[in-house]
T-cell receptor, first 112, second 114 residues
Framework: DTAVSQTPKYLVTQMGNDKSIKCEQNLGHDTMYWYKQDSKKFLKIMFSYNNKELIINETVPNRFSPKSPDKAHLNLHINSLELGDSAVYFC???????????FGPGTRLTVT | KQEVTQIPAALSVPEGENLVLNCSFTDSAIYNLQWFRQDPGKGLTSLLLIQSSQREQTSGRLNASLDKSSGRSTLYIAASQPGDSATYLCAVRPRAGNNRKLIWGLGTSLAVNP
């Protein structure tokens, strides 16, 4: 059984398009996260939701908008995609804010 | 400002060797430290989590130690196998700050050769 799943696994799109990445966890966790891993392999947190409420919102362009319809889902919508958005995006979850995090397989986004 | 450094950036060893991966952090006021493994094209897998009050954690052939005073953690892998080849990431959760989010190292890329 997949604990944290993301769709799609690969996403290739052109500049200016709008796209969404979906994340679901079946672990019953209260907290979910979105991370961005750039070409240098540096992991940077973007957002964190706890019980569907936004807890962490790093310095991320307004083009990125997370949405948590329920505790098991945290989707990431990106408007007006730019070349610099190309990266691998990871979703993660944890039982609580400061507890062990479990990661999804990642979504490789390529903007052309 | 907390910074996490992992040395070496890459390591290649023959199968069967015992090896040590290093993680250092600049601020000893941490809540916990977590070691992850990342396989190519896949997500991160949590290996071990050490609370600030603990000195070490063990799981199978893996042993992670924590020395807060010196700002260091080591991940010891016994009897390495080709299947251990991956990137190993260290992440520190500060004791204070913006929701105490994880601060990540860049990882050590390990290759275990048959």
């Amino acid at each position: 059984d997949t604990a944290v799943s993301q769709t799609p696994k690969y996403l290739v799109t052109q500049m200016g398009n709008d796209k969404s990445i979906k994340c679901e966890q079946n672990l019953g966790h209260d907290t979910m996260y979105w991370y961005k891993q750039d070409s240098k392999k540096f992991l940077k947190i973007m957002f964190s939701y706890n019980n569907k409420e936004l807890i962490i919102n790093e310095t991320v362009p307004n083009r990125f908008s997370p949405k948590s319809p329920d505790k098991a889902h945290l989707n990431l919508h990106i408007n007006s995609l730019e070349l610099g958005d190309s990266a691998v995006y990871f979703c993660a979850s944890s039982p609580g804010l400061e507890l062990e995090q479990y990661f999804g397989p990642g979504t490789r986004l390529t903007v052309t | 400002k907390q910074e996490v450094t992992q040395i070496p950036a890459a390591l290649s060893v023959p199968e069967g060797e015992n090896l040590v991966l290093n993680c250092s952090f600049t601020d000893s006021a941490i809540y916990n430290l977590q070691w992850f493994r990342q396989d190519p094209g896949k997500g991160l897998t949590s290996l071990l989590l050490i609370q600030s009050s603990q000195r070490e954690q063990t799981s199978g052939r893996l042993n992670a130690s924590l020395d807060k005073s010196s700002g260091r953690s080591t991940l010891y892998i016994a009897a390495s196998q080709p299947g251990d080849s991956a990137t190993y990431l260290c992440a520190v959760r500060p004791r204070a700050g913006n929701n105490r989010k994880l601060i990540w190292g860049l990882g050590t890329s390990l290759a275990v050769n048959p």
